[in-house]
């Protein structure tokens, strides 16, 4: 008995490795997928400038990895006792202005380097919605809880997204002519739009995502949308906020993501890796056995034939745990 539709993803042409270097950009539920590939111990670097929202702040923020945009003390402002960012996620802010400048360029020359050789870029939109600073018409990438009258909210439209977005990917193909890029749609629900305003949302970023992915040969889109929305389909795999996808739902999406766009050798390696990291975190409750120290041996002579066989993997803290 079938009880819920299938949706077919075709595999990338050309997989994620294990020696490739990932960036992902974007929404909070870009965070889930950095999350379980760093936990699987591939190179990324995510979210440079934090959690971006809207597509404006995205291409934005490409734009300055490749420029190498530096910030100074003029691009802050002072706000509920800290120095904030128009371009940045809260995570940046600081009481101490210098701190939080040094953080953000800190951030902006790693993620500069980053591009310059990495193998994909992994981007998440959540909304079409932008907000600009009514004073000066900047749009902003996080309100920083700033006084709602500060700003206008205005729903981009798609050729606005496509226009901003595609300028941005045609200077990355420039810098660097051999890094994919995958698209994915956050299935987070904006509710304070609105239900209906969320739909017409997320609707125009899919729209813009797809031409984007005709345009260019070296783009994909992976439905991470859709597997939620169509698939999952159930308020059970939401979160008691009936917006943020659980952990249920959240693991079915990166099985998902893992099957069509991490290569089949790199999955296998990764349940080898798994094994290790899981391994690490059992805790015995008489670690003065010769039963465990057996246990820390054996997974420290394993790490070592795995890092002889694949000396791009980082299982040096793994080593030195298990080693000590």
Same mark, same amino acid.
């Given at each position: 008995?079938?009880?819920?539709?299938?949706?077919?993803?075709?595999?990338?042409?050309?997989?994620?490795?294990?020696?490739?270097?990932?960036?992902?950009?974007?929404?909070?539920?870009?965070?889930?997928?950095?999350?379980?590939?760093?936990?699987?111990?591939?190179?990324?670097?995510?979210?440079?400038?934090?959690?971006?929202?809207?597509?404006?702040?995205?291409?934005?923020?490409?734009?300055?990895?490749?420029?190498?945009?530096?910030?100074?003390?003029?691009?802050?402002?002072?706000?509920?006792?800290?120095?904030?960012?128009?371009?940045?996620?809260?995570?940046?802010?600081?009481?101490?202005?210098?701190?939080?400048?040094?953080?953000?360029?800190?951030?902006?020359?790693?993620?500069?380097?980053?591009?310059?050789?990495?193998?994909?870029?992994?981007?998440?939109?959540?909304?079409?919605?932008?907000?600009?600073?009514?004073?000066?018409?900047?749009? /902003?990438?996080? *309100?920083?809880? &700033?006084?709602?009258?500060?700003? +206008?909210?205005?729903?981009? $439209?798609?050729? =606005?997204?496509? #226009?901003?977005?595609?300028?941005?990917?045609?200077?990355?193909?420039?810098?660097?002519?051999?890094?994919?890029?995958?698209?994915?749609?956050?299935?987070?629900?904006?509710?304070?739009?609105?239900?209906?305003?969320?739909?017409?949302?997320?609707?125009?970023?899919?729209?813009?995502?797809?031409?984007?992915?005709?345009?260019?040969?070296?783009?994909?889109?992976?439905?991470?949308?859709?597997?939620?929305?169509?698939?999952?389909?159930?308020?059970?795999?939401?979160?008691?906020?009936? /917006?943020?996808? *659980?952990?249920? &739902?959240?693991?079915?999406?990166? +099985?998902?993501?893992?099957? $069509?766009?991490? =290569?089949?050798? #790199?999955?296998?390696?990764?349940?080898?890796?798994?094994?290790?990291?899981?391994?690490?975190?059992?805790?015995?409750?008489?670690?003065?056995?010769?039963?465990?120290?057996?246990?820390?041996?054996?997974?420290?002579?394993?790490?070592?034939?795995?890092?002889?066989?694949?000396?791009?993997?980082?299982?040096?803290?793994?080593?030195?745990?298990?080693?000590?």
């Amino acid at each position: 008995m079938q009880l819920h539709l299938t949706l077919d993803i075709p595999k990338l042409p050309r997989p994620i490795a294990y020696t490739d270097k990932v960036l992902l950009t974007g929404s909070c539920f870009t965070e889930h997928i950095s999350d379980r590939l760093a936990q699987h111990k591939f190179n990324v670097l995510s979210n440079p400038n934090g959690i971006l929202f809207n597509p404006l702040s995205v291409a934005d923020s490409i734009n300055g990895y490749i420029g190498e945009r530096i910030y100074s003390d003029n691009d802050l402002f002072y706000l509920n006792e800290l120095w904030n960012s128009w371009h940045h996620h809260s995570r940046f802010s600081h009481i101490d202005r210098q701190a939080a400048l040094d953080a953000i360029n800190s951030a902006q020359t790693e993620a500069a380097a980053f591009i310059r050789s990495a193998d994909w870029i992994i981007v998440t939109l959540g909304s079409a919605f932008q907000y600009y600073l009514k004073e000066t018409g900047q749009p /902003v990438s996080n *309100n920083h809880r &700033a006084p709602g009258q500060w700003f +206008e909210k205005r729903l981009l $439209a798609i050729r =606005e997204i496509i #226009t901003a977005l595609n300028n941005a990917l045609d200077k990355l193909f420039a810098l660097n002519p051999g890094i994919r890029v995958i698209f994915t749609i956050s299935p987070v629900r904006h509710i304070r739009d609105g239900v209906v305003d969320n739909n017409r949302s997320k609707a125009r970023l899919i729209e813009a995502v797809h031409e984007l992915c005709s345009i260019h040969d070296n783009a994909f889109y992976f439905p991470a949308y859709e597997l939620l929305i169509d698939i999952l389909r159930d308020y059970r795999y939401y979160d008691i906020d009936f /917006v943020h996808p *659980n952990y249920m &739902a959240t693991t079915y999406v990166w +099985e998902q993501f893992a099957g $069509a766009c991490i =290569e089949d050798n #790199t999955r296998a390696l990764m349940d080898q890796v798994q094994e290790i990291i899981t391994a690490r975190k059992h805790r015995p409750r008489f670690p003065q056995t010769e039963a465990h120290k057996q246990f820390k041996s054996n997974y420290a002579e394993k790490i070592k034939h795995i890092m002889q066989q694949h000396p791009y993997l980082h299982l040096e803290e793994e080593l030195k745990y298990f080693s000590a």
